[in-house]
């Protein structure tokens, strides 16, 4: 059973010249892209995509860091796309949680820069993909 995810190469990954990295390894995971586009994100589409995590420390900055740069929206397709993505992506922490191998382990260093995100549950990716790409 296909089920689909909202993949984002946040502002961090289009600026250090990631973005073909993650797709290639989205792809080469037997993933397919369903919708993909460059785009710079209003303040209020960033703060409804992260708001679960309104109230939060690092909220106010998490919003400037995705609305300050394009970023790359994915719908990847695909079987258990959802933990499949999250499974490529590594943990959280770049450095504590994410290993080798997988994007945030190989490329990233610091929790705020993590390059990609990934819907965590069915019912978050249900509701990203309809925030991203409301005519899907
Ligand atoms: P994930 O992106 O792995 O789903 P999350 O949903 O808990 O992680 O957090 C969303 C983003 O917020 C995360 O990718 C980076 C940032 N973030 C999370 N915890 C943080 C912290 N302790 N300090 C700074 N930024 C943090
Ligand atoms: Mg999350």
Not at 61 to 69: A, N, P, Q, R
Not at 100 to 107: A, E, L, N, Q, S
Request: proline letters at 5%.
């Amino acid at each position: 059973m296909s089920e689909r995810t909202l993949v984002l190469v946040k502002p961090d990954g289009v600026s250090r010249g990631l973005v073909g990295e993650v797709i290639s390894r989205i792809e080469r995971k037997g993933l397919k892209l369903a919708a993909l586009e460059l785009r710079v994100v209003d303040r209020a589409t960033a703060e409804q995509h992260y708001a679960e995590h309104d109230g939060k420390p690092f909220y106010n900055d998490l919003v400037e860091f995705i609305t300050g740069g394009p970023l790359v929206a994915v719908v990847v397709e695909g079987a258990r796309a959802i933990s499949a993505f999250r499974q490529l992506a590594g943990g959280t922490d770049p450095v504590e949680k994410a290993t080798p191998g997988t994007i945030r382990g190989d490329f990233g260093l610091e929790v705020q820069f993590n390059l990609v995100h990934g819907s965590d549950s069915p019912e978050s990716a249900e509701r990203e993909i309809k925030l991203w790409f409301p005519n899907l």
